[in-house]
């Protein structure tokens, strides 16, 4: 039985960017504790199935494609886009056991990922209309795979507290440690809270931001946290410039899961993709120590474990509202037993 809450079944989540879903071969993933296989039929269109052949139990993701069939390595048996066996070469003649057939799950690709739902979705995708604008470029980092619940790597994505001091120069200043005042707002399923902050300047490895010209320089951060694990964080700094993060997050198993940060941004249009590439790399690879330490794994969703300030109201709110969508784990455990 997984441990998961049952409700995070009926969400999407992310399981590759697109571009890693080549035309010629499944590519192998996992989700909730689920081993899926995702492939792409000749129209291009990914579908998402088990990743395991009803004969005897095979990675479906180790075979290949053949016929817009998904074809199992061990003795070749071919499986369409509806997750149907529709040929065994070992058989003769037509008729084919209506058992043989691997589980099929919605899938859909947008924002340069595809996403999976592993039952009846109830959000939807949050709306980013700058990514389908094609006066913005997308930057796609990471993904970047850690020891560690996805609710620990979305808490740590949108926690202030730390920019100071896990990321000194690059995101805040240890001289400037207080975090500016905030309140968050819930309306279904997504937090919304903004904070205006003195931007770090840019270094010189990093040049991303586009606070150059401004004298003194604020950073607007607007936030959308679209529970369980996605955050549209809009970015400005007062004049036309606009960069739009978009983090989601997989969840792998109960210590496993990996980020996807896609970044938009309305300028500097030219710069190399590595440029905000390597930036990622740096910050994620900084708080990844830090979350892979934090225990238990998981956030703990009950609000008197750990010690919660007002700066800490983003997790406060989140951990509340994971609580009465029902998307926790612990809820799930309660309801359990
Ligand atoms: S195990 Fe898949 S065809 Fe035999
Ligand atoms: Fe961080």
New binding site residues.
């Given amino acids: 039985m997984s441990k998961f809450a049952e409700k995070l079944f009926n969400c999407w989540h992310p399981v590759a960017y697109a571009r890693e879903v080549v035309a010629d071969k499944p590519h192998g993933t996992k989700l909730l504790d689920e081993h899926l296989v995702i492939w792409r039929t000749a129209d291009g269109n990914a579908h998402a199935m088990r990743d395991l052949?009803?004969?005897?139990?095979?990675a479906?993701s180790l075979?290949w494609i053949n016929d817009d069939c998904l074809v199992?390595?061990?003795?070749?048996?071919h499986y369409d886009e509806s997750g149907a066996c529709v040929k065994?070469p070992q058989k003769e003649g037509l008729s084919i056991p209506t058992k043989a057939r691997t589980v099929k799950y919605r899938c859909q690709e947008r924002y340069g990922l595809i996403w999976v739902a592993l039952d009846e979705p109830i959000y939807d995708l949050p709306e980013i209309p700058e990514f389908e604008d094609g006066s913005w470029k997308m930057v796609e980092t990471g993904p970047y795979e850690w020891k560690s619940d996805a609710s620990r790597q979305v808490e740590n994505f949108t926690d202030f507290g730390h920019f100071p001091w896990v990321h000194p120069g690059l995101l805040g200043d240890p001289e400037r440690p207080i975090v500016p005042k905030y309140t968050v707002e819930i309306r279904d399923n997504v937090l919304h809270y903004s904070v205006v902050r003195p931007e770090a300047p840019n270094t010189d490895d990093f040049p991303v931001f586009a606070n150059e010209e401004v004298l003194k320089p604020e950073r607007r951060s607007r936030y959308e946290l679209h529970l369980p694990y996605s955050i549209v964080l809009r970015l400005g700094w007062g004049g036309q410039a606009g960069m739009v993060y978009f983090y989601v997050g997989q969840p792998i198993s109960e210590n496993k899961c990996k980020g996807y940060c896609i970044i938009g941004r309305n300028y500097d249009l030219d710069q190399p993709d590595s440029f905000l590439q390597n930036f990622e790399d740096t910050i994620f690879g900084q708080d990844k120590v830090i979350v892979e330490s934090q225990r238990p794994e998981q956030v703990p969703f009950d609000l008197a474990d750990e010690l919660h300030l007002k700066f800490d109201a983003v997790a406060i709110n989140y951990r509340r509202a994971m609580m009465q969508q029902g998307l926790d784990y612990y809820h799930y455990l309660d309801v359990a037993e």
Wanted: with cysteine; net charge positive.
């Fill in positions: 052949c009803i004969h005897r139990g095979t479906l075979g199992c390595p061990y003795h070749a048996w065994i």
